[in-house]
């Protein structure tokens, strides 16, 4: 992975190139006291000064340069205001002019230099090391385990499904737990078929080596408060017996987003040393076609007790998921937060960026959409709709897999998973999309990490501070 700390240090008053932030309304200010060369090239280059615009000027010698950086507004930097320059700049070091601090726009600047080269058999030479100097070093750590976190989320989800499989997924949650003292345990085989039914179906017609699994992982002291993540692990989806169309199989190697969400958090939540009994659980399967594949129709009993009709088997990820949510229950859970790439509706109604966000406690949906807003991951808030429990009802069974309109289908995933969350826990499920379907700066085309920075600004507050 990328060396962010190398990328991103502390301003100790070497050289470096100065960068001039500048928006729109401050351009004609900065025009009136640069009269002479500079203004004439900034007219020239006809330099708006709006949001990604970067223009090279000369500085005080000929062998000195500096650069004009637009933003979209100087009073609130966003993470990706300096994103575009970090990817255009040429090597070298930096800092702000003036009194600026780069604060949260510093992320952008590091992700702009980070990509998955693993599948480039020839990768473009990229451009050296743009070094960013701050003013700000206690913001430094931080700032770098988020792009760490970020990066990560995108390498897992951008992997393709032949090289990251449920072993796959195991080994990288078994890698952090040894660096970071936690405590793994994976349920397969057998007992995973009598303990956890649901995951064991969903994943029961793949290869063995591709066998479904229960990864479990525990760290922090036994007395602290009880915060279970879970993340939805299907490493490939087909679709099952209801076979996606080819179209909608193409990106299904992102459907383990989930689980490379709620990885990256367990990491910073480690690293951060919260006072937290933390309990991270990631269900790993293969949503595969065999002899062995759960069928519709269907009726399966779920490690919560209910017995769960199949009405369709691409509705797979909740049913894993349920099965999770039970588990982490059983142990107490305080709170319990779900990533999952689980609906398309989801989409349909909120487009890429946004992950729909359902919580059975406002308190807790109010601090994560709150924070979204000001580290600059916007989440949207659906509602628990009581009114739909109906559309899950089964004729022979306690409840179906998916609903009976083709309506609201969104909301109606999130109302199967509630009916395993067990009473008294805070609980929050973030429908994300952990992808980028088209490039902006900062953030290429690919696996992305969304709602991620949200949760644990949100989480953070709520747990360090008590």
């Known amino acids: 992975m990328t060396d962010f700390a190398a990328l991103l240090r502390p301003d100790r008053g ?18 009136k006291a640069h009269a002479g060369p500079r203004r004439a090239l900034v007219e020239a280059a006809r330099f708006e000064a709006k949001a990604g615009q970067l223009l090279l000027i000369p ?3 000929p062998n000195e340069w500096e650069a004009l950086v637009g933003v979209a507004k100087l009073s609130a ?10 990817e255009r700049l040429p090597e070298g070091t930096y800092r702000l002019a003036g009194e ?20 480039k058999s020839k990768p473009e030479t990229p451009i050296g090391p743009r070094v960013l100097l701050t003013a700000e070093p206690a913001r430094l750590g931080e700032i770098v385990r988020l792009a760490e976190a970020t990066a990560l989320v995108r390498d897992l989800v951008d992997t ?10 195991e080994r990288a949650v078994r890698d952090w737990a040894s660096a970071a003292g936690a405590d793994v345990d994976v349920t397969k085989g057998d007992a995973l078929e009598q303990g956890y039914p649901m995951i064991h179906a969903v994943g029961a017609a ?5 066998a479904p699994r229960l990864i479990e992982a525990r760290w922090g002291d036994a007395a602290h ?18 076979l996606k169309p080819a179209a909608g199989m193409r990106l299904m190697k992102k459907d383990m987003g989930g689980a490379a969400h709620a990885l990256a958090l367990a990491r910073l939540i480690v690293a951060e040393r919260w006072p937290v009994r933390l309990h991270l659980l990631i269900p790993a399967v293969e949503n595969a076609v065999s002899g062995g594949a759960f069928r519709p129709g269907d009726i399966l009993t779920s490690r919560h007790g209910l017995k769960v009709e199949i009405d369709n088997t691409d509705a797979e990820g909740r049913l894993i998921l349920a099965d999770a949510v039970t588990r982490a229950g059983e142990e107490g859970a305080a709170t319990i937060i779900d ?10 109604a909120l487009g890429p960026d946004l992950p729909a966000t359902f919580s059975n406690d406002d308190g807790l949906a109010a601090d994560l959409l709150a924070s979204g807003t000001e580290v600059g991951d916007p989440l949207w808030r659906l509602p628990l709709w009581d009114g739909y429990d109906d559309m899950l009802k089964s004729d022979l069974a306690d409840l179906s897999n998916s609903a009976d309109s083709p309506f609201a289908g969104t909301i109606t995933a999130a109302l199967f998973l509630r009916r395993f969350v067990p009473e008294g826990s805070a609980w929050a499920h973030l429908d994300t999309f952990a992808w980028r379907p088209t490039p902006k700066p900062g953030r290429p085309k690919g696996g992305e990490a969304l709602g991620l920075r949200a949760v644990h600004a949100a989480l953070s507050r709520r747990f360090r501070r008590s």
């Open 160 to 169: 393709p499904a032949g090289d990251l499989g449920p072993a796959e997924l």
């Open 59 to 61: 500085g005080s010698s």
């Open 77 to 86: 930097l966003t993470p990706w205001c300096l994103a575009a320059a970090a």
């Open 225 to 242: 408060p009880k915060l279970a993540i879970i993340g939805k692990g299907v490493v490939f989806d087909t679709g099952g017996l209801d």
């Open 339 to 348: 990533f999952a790439t689980l609906t398309g509706a989801a989409r349909v």
């Open 100 to 119: 600026m601090l780069p604060g949260p726009a510093a992320l952008g600047w590091l992700l702009a230099q980070h990509r998955l080269t693993t599948y």
């Open 206 to 210: 793949a290869l063995p080596s591709r």
């Open 14 to 31: 070497e050289p470096a190139r100065s960068l001039h932030l500048i928006d729109t309304a401050l351009l004609p200010e900065w025009l």
